[in-house]
């Protein structure tokens, strides 16, 4: 019999292009992109080699949203992309950083809208 994969995440996540800076505790650090955020984790794009356990920080700063630096580990890895688990629920800095993903999000779906009714007939 197959094995079926359940999903565990308790919130849907938001596609998004969040540039934020990854730090591993005491001295490594690096760029990171969220490519999709939700309320409870997150996946980072990233250049550095991190180990599945590994215990993070992510620092974003945005329109409305001072540096903040954010908790996490990591719970997967693939090739440069890693699932994130954030460890502070309560971090104001999560919200402000959701409420940026879907600025963007609804953003791209309006330029994708846009493009779509703009686009010249074929003859």
Do not use: W
């Amino acid at each position: 019999m197959p094995e079926v994969f359940r999903e565990q995440r308790r919130a849907p996540r938001i596609p998004c292009d969040l540039r934020v800076l990854v730090i591993v505790p005491p001295a490594i650090f690096g760029p990171g992109v969220l490519l999709n955020v939700s309320i409870g984790g997150a996946l980072l794009q990233t250049p550095l080699i991190l180990d599945p356990l590994a215990q993070i920080e992510l620092e974003v700063e945005g329109p409305g949203l001072r540096r903040s630096s954010i908790k996490a580990s990591i719970t997967r890895r693939e090739v440069h992309q890693y699932g994130v688990e954030f460890r502070d629920a309560n971090n104001m800095a999560i919200g402000k950083m959701m409420q940026m993903a879907q600025s963007q999000a609804e953003g791209v779906h309006e330029e994708s809208s846009a493009c779509n009714f703009a686009a010249p007939l074929a003859d």
